[in-house]
């Protein structure tokens, strides 16, 4: 546990700090930010938003939002987005107060669910329009959770990029590859938790921790802002005398980056580095020109501080931002679409196409109209998300991967460029 | 037991095959090539050891029968090395000349070198070569041997290769396993260069491919001198896997279709060929379009010399080569390589022939035995250099401590 007054140097530089808020949107939002309260997140402001009473009591929160009305009769929204949008719609006053004066603004949500999923879109609205930056930290369901949570959760996400400047997505899907057979409910659920938190962490003490190599405000806000696209976040910490080459190990082995795949994707990358007092130069550097030969196409900002009590250990945070350009391997894409991409090189697919072009009201319209289609819409959408091609390596499979400028080249060329064999 | 000296043995342990290549020097120094020995290798991925049991055993294999054919025992090897973790860069090395009359000494030339050889690896990696490019004096350029020349400061260039200390100890150990001393490792791609190229081509400037079975190792000549190397951790394998996966074929199958029908463009007769497998009655099981299979292979192969384009255009030599390039190893046997080449790299593209050494007709002949028969040049080179200084002390303490090993 860490209090302020333990931070060297944090008063003086209270000016020149962001001011930050964060908020918990539905039940996850609420609950993981009761964690957060815990740990070392003196100086931000927080505040939990939910339509169910229940859950915000339990909450610590600071500021208790209670989205209700009659209609609801003091329980949830029924797992359905709508009408956790609606609500929020109708108290968006009430939001955009909770948002004054703050100049970053952190959602922390679980997707899939009715108030996740309906109230953060509007809340980062809310926040944008106060002028904050908005970043999100959001959770996709498990895919066991079933269809409907997934597609409500896949349109949450979509309205969200579309309003937020950043949002960090965890798909509860990957932390499969962080647990065992013998992991309980609650463990995987406090891992998959653990995984935001960390990332939420990573954010604020970038913000607000003294730096070496300062990454500034404004870098961060240059990194996430209009890119309108999901970001991949990974949180590693390793020690001992090899910390950096162990660092860099963790960091492409982490799930949350693909193994390395969501760097080569990247197209601009922020490093954030922190230390003990013994943190060398020539560790920076070899996780830096390690990162660095990984995504050679992006343009990377890098910060590294020092705090005395990380000694002996080093803890790198990394964010991962990509523009939604499409990309060309799309070898699982039959020919049509993958045709249709071509045209159309801005838009992610056909379906998404006329999605992103219109604005949160014309969109919200076509929602209530017809629901119907807007779902058969998401689910399309979801298809062409899917990871392309588990492209089994044969003999290479358990051989060190070839990695040049972030393409793993023991995957057949063909494929990698997308030629089809017709 | 003197006679040992005479004899240089090449090993080279590839990701497709171990293969021992014995030579003998005669006093003049020309190269007779009098044993071969090959095994299939195993034990090997992308030019690296991850199986030390399997390899053990191939290089055995073909020791014993390089032993048996060129009636000799060996004792040392010239041992190849190669992988995904060699690089080259160059470096400079200064020294300033102290001696009161400003002669350039030979112990000046042998400080300088040193000097250049003090580089800054990464602490897990250890130097294979240090090669002498040209040495300046006061700045003047394109000195070969300034010895006995007047000058205040000395410097030279040197292409330094290294790779990561343990990765190439495996080798090592294992061939000091069979009680056979390692002279030296020597990098394949610079012995493939040394079996091809005439000391004329390397003044021109030339570029020698050597596509193996796990690597393509490349080693770039300017004005004589090695200015750059490189390898890529793909090779024959990646096709051969590419193919499996693609047309989803066993790859034992995917090899053989590979030797059979492969091509690196894609043939006008191969268009709408295709080939169909029978089981042991006779009926047909699998049919496979070969211009698929041709394509595939030709994507791949594309691709490698793109990735080598590429990395001679950042290091600004693409337009040095004047004598062209030369491909070897075992992808220079794939049909109409260099026409798939040629218009990649921009450059005239030829498949290497082994030069000025006689012997075996059969391991001469075949672009896969390039970089074993340059390890015993490399070993004849040394020979050489070794000769001019004392051969009759080097010659006794040669022998007795080869007594002393055997024993």
Known sequence: MKTNSEIPGANPEAAHKPAVKIFGAGGAGVQLLDTLNAVEFAGAGFAAIDTDAASLSASSATVKIHLETKLLRGLGTGGDPERGCALAEEQISTLKSACEGANVVLIIAGLGGGAGSGISPVLARAAKETGALVLAFVTLPFVCEGNRRQQQAQQGLEQLKSVADGVICLPNQKTFKLIDDNTSVLDTFRITGGLLVEGVRGVWRLLTRPGLIQIHFDDLCALVRDRHSESAFAFVEASGPARSREAVEKLLAHPLLDEGRALADADAVLVSLMGGKDLTMADVNRVMEQIGRYCERAQIIMGAAVDAEMKGRLSVTLIAGKSNVPKAEAPADSPDTAAARETSPTSGSRQTSPLSSLSMEQREHLTVRHPGRSRRAANKLLQTQLPLAIVSKGRFDKSEPTIHKGEDLDIPTYVRRGVSLN | ?407
């Open chain 2, 1 to 407: 037991m003197f006679d040992d000296s005479n004899i240089i043995v090449g090993l080279e342990i590839g990701t497709s095959k171990v293969c021992a290549v014995v030579g003998e020097q005669a006093a003049d120094g020309a190269l007779n090539i009098i044993g071969l020995g090959q095994s299939r290798s195993r034990g090997v991925r992308k030019g690296e050891i991850v199986d030390p049991k399997q390899a053990e055993e191939d290089v055995r294999n073909a020791i014993v029968e390089a032993e048996s054919m060129a009636g000799a025992e060996i004792s040392n090897v010239y041992l190849g090395v190669t992988g995904g973790h060699i690089r080259g860069f160059n470096n400079r090395g200064v020294h300033p000349v102290v001696s009161a009359d400003r002669e350039i000494s030979d112990d000046d030339v042998q400080d300088v070198v040193k000097n250049a050889k003090a580089i800054n690896l990464p602490a897990e990696n250890s130097l294979i070569h240090a090669i002498r490019q040209h040495f300046f004096v006061d700045g003047q350029d394109g000195i070969t041997n300034p010895v006995g020349m007047l000058g205040s400061r000395l410097e030279v260039d040197v292409h330094v290769v290294h790779g990561n200390t343990n990765r190439l100890q495996n080798a090592i150990r294992l061939v000091k396993g069979f009680q056979i001393q390692v002279n030296e490792i020597v990098f394949n791609g610079l012995a493939a260069s040394l079996a091809l190229l005439s000391s004329e081509q390397k003044e021109l400037g030339a570029l020698v491919i050597d596509i193996g079975g796990g690597t393509t190792d490349y080693v770039v000549y300017v004005g004589g001198v090695i200015k750059h190397t490189g390898v890529l951790a793909i090779g024959g394998d990646h096709v051969s896997n590419d193919l499996a996966y693609g047309l989803k074929v066993p790859l034992s199958r995917a090899e053989k279709l590979k030797l059979e029908h492969g091509s690196a463009v894609v043939g006008e007769a191969a268009q709408g060929r295709s080939v169909t497998f029978t089981n042991e009655l006779g009926l047909p099981i699998k049919t496979i379009s070969v211009g698929h299979l041709q394509r595939i292979m030709s994507l791949r192969l594309e691709e490698i010399f793109q990735l080598i384009e590429q990395d001679l255009e950042q290091v600004g030599l693409g337009d040095y080569l004047r004598a062209g390039v030369f491909l070897t190893g075992g992808g220079a046997r794939v049909p109409h390589i260099a026409k798939l080449a040629e218009p990649v790299l921009q450059m005239p593209v030829s498949i290497g022939q082994t030069n000025s050494i006689s012997g075996l007709k059969s391991a001469l002949d075949q672009p896969e035995f390039a970089a074993a028969i340059g390890l015993v040049r490399f070993g004849s080179f040394k020979n050489r250099k070794r000769d001019g200084k004392s051969s009759l002390a080097q010659g006794i303490k040669g022998a007795i401590s080869s007594l002393l090993r055997r024993s």
